[in-house]
């Protein structure tokens, strides 16, 4: 593999930033300028990293084990994620149905179900790649780069896939998944920037999947693959709309560094945004009362400082060590 890689010392930016400053820029300011966050996570997010780990194990042992094994091993790597986070796996029923659907004992019944419902694919398939990072040059923009990484490379029935596991509890009585929970991968910038950075790594990508799984406290086997493959003139729009909010981020960036301090109009407050559908920004108090995070003494109670490294975080270091074979 002969591919440009970032320096150490370049700008990168994923989607989780970008998505972030375009819902507030203030939000962006306090965690990735700052770095700061809140002590606390929530289970929605600790959850589905824990069922990403698992589904790194499925794959990869997949044709070495039982079906049965398989399950457990992928519990193994779940319930070490979601101790790591500091979360308990053994739970009393109270704890239990304060955190339902989101519970250990929910993840290893999907994860038995996943195991048979993929079972033949899971044969069939080859993997190519497992959590494999990428990173895309910014047209005209030195040293800036968009990063990612793929949850799976595949191939199977002569296409090289892209398949990303994603949790959900947005439950329909008819079909499982809400219409518009799988409508909106079709508008997602994150699929986008995997197809076009998946598309860099391996040509002739056929599209990327997301592989949905429902988090429910009745219902363990609904899963559903989201095809999706962007044509050319959207992937070169979503790459220009990218660039234009990378620029934009990176300009603010640049003259916080330059003012140390904010200045009127810089990384603004977006109100509309404290209330959302994952419910109040964590950084709200701190905005209700502070007018410049920045020049609070130390980082406020309830919140950690925690730099946001890319080379560690994403795997970076090892997209580097590959450009060199």
Same mark, same amino acid.
């Given at each position: ?65 039982? +079906? ?11 319930? +070490? ?14 704890? +239990? ?43 005209d923009m030195e040293n800036h ?17 892209? !398949? ?97 301090? !904010? ?35 130390e980082v406020p109670g ?24």
């Amino acid at each position: 593999m002969s591919m440009p890689v970032p320096a150490v010392s370049s700008r990168c930016y994923d989607n989780t930033r970008v998505s972030g400053y375009k819902v507030c820029p203030r939000s962006y300011f306090i965690r990735h300028v700052l770095g700061w966050r809140s002590e606390g996570t929530g289970a929605a997010l600790v959850f589905g990293l824990s069922w990403h780990d698992g589904q790194d194990a499925v794959w990869k042992f997949a044709k070495e084990l039982t +079906q049965s094994q398989l399950t457990e091993i992928a519990f193994e790597a779940f319930k +070490q994620t979601w101790q790591a986070w500091g979360l308990e796996v053994d739970m009393d029923l109270d704890r +239990q149905a304060y955190m339902a659907p989101r519970t250990p004992g929910t993840a290893h019944e999907m994860f038995d179900q996943y195991t048979q419902a993929r079972w033949r694919m899971l044969q069939e398939c080859e993997v190519v790649a497992i959590e494999q990072p990428f990173a895309v040059p910014l047209p005209d923009m030195e040293n800036h780069w968009y990063i990612g990484r793929l949850d799976k490379t595949v191939d199977y029935n002569t296409q090289r896939l892209i !398949l990303e596991h994603k949790t959900t509890t947005a439950y329909a009585t008819i079909g499982n998944f809400r219409s518009d929970y799988v409508d909106s991968w079709y508008a997602s910038a994150q699929v986008k920037g995997y197809q076009f950075g998946g598309g860099l790594y391996y040509p002739g990508l056929a599209g990327v999947w997301v592989d949905a799984a429902l988090v429910h406290k009745k219902i363990h086997d609904a899963f559903k693959f989201i095809p999706i493959s962007h044509n050319f003139v959207l992937l070169e729009e979503w790459i220009g709309g990218t660039k234009g909010w990378v620029a934009q981020i990176s300009a603010e960036e640049d003259a916080y560094k330059a003012a140390g301090e !904010l200045t009127p109009g810089m990384f603004k407050k977006n109100e509309e945004s404290c209330f959302g559908k994952y419910g109040q920004c964590p950084f709200l108090d701190i905005c209700r009362t502070v007018a410049d995070p920045g020049k609070l003494p130390e980082v406020p109670g309830g919140f950690v400082h925690e730099v946001w490294e890319p080379f560690s975080i994403l795997g970076l270091d090892k997209l580097v060590q590959e450009s060199k074979i």
